[in-house]
Structures are given as structure tokens and as C-alpha cells.
Nanobody, 116 residues
Framework: QVQLVESGGGLVQPGGSLRLSCATS????????MSWYRQAPGKQREWVAR????????DYADSVRGRFTISRDNTKNTVYLQMNNLKPEDTAVYYC?????????WGQGTQVTVSS
């Protein structure tokens, strides 16, 4: 079955960096669109970044463009989110999503807290 497991979250000071990972299995990773979303307390889940496997195209939400980078390793079936210059408003649970054959699959999330 399809599995997505996020890791790499934690507590970081403003201006710091974290790299999230999402290890996957159960589908053809290189053909999937991989996305990161986040959900802050009391807010709706919001899209952060997306990487289309077939075209190597990536795009970002305005709030993170220039600070976050999405990448993937098709040999490891893993997608990453490098987060730099973190701000308190980046605090949220971060979720990985795979879209494959018009079906979405979600991970369980990893907490990122940006605080001094």
C-alpha cells in the first residue's frame, strides 16, 4: 500500500533552517507530483510547494518563495523541503502529499515550530 512518512521537523529559532523529508513507497514515485502543505493551529491547511516529477517543474506559495526549496531524489523515492530564513509564522504541521493517477495520498505530518 501507499505510505508517506515525513521527518525532520523540530524547534528552530527565527532565521534558522530545517530540511524536511518525506519517504514514500507503494507507487511510481518518479511519475508523481509531490507537494508540501502546512496547517497552523486554528487555520486551514495551505499549499506550500509542488514538484512535478515528469517535468521537473517546481512552484511555491508566495509566502515561502525565495526561502523554501522543494527537491526530490527518485532513487530514494523521497521528497525534501529545505526551509531557510524561517519565521514564526512558518510554525505549523507540515504534510507531504503525493498525487498519482489522479489520487492524493497524505503523510501523517511533522511539526515545525519557529520560536526564540
Amino acid at each position: 500500500q501507499v505510505q508517506l512518512v515525513e521527518s525532520g521537523g523540530g524547534l528552530v529559532q527565527p532565521g534558522g533552517s530545517l530540511r524536511l523529508s518525506c519517504a514514500t513507497s507503494g507507487f511510481t514515485f518518479r511519475l508523481a507530483t509531490m507537494s508540501w502543505y502546512r496547517q497552523a493551529p486554528g487555520k486551514q491547511r495551505e499549499w506550500v510547494a509542488r514538484h512535478r516529477g515528469s517535468t521537473n517543474y517546481a512552484d511555491y506559495a508566495d509566502s515561502v518563495r525565495g526561502r523554501f526549496t522543494i527537491s526530490r531524489d527518485n532513487t530514494k523515492n523521497t521528497v525534501y523541503l529545505q526551509m531557510n530564513n524561517l519565521k514564526p509564522e512558518d510554525t505549523a504541521v507540515y504534510y507531504c502529499k503525493a498525487t498519482f493517477v489522479r489520487t492524493d495520498y497524505w503523510g501523517q505530518g511533522t511539526q515545525v515550530t519557529v520560536s526564540s
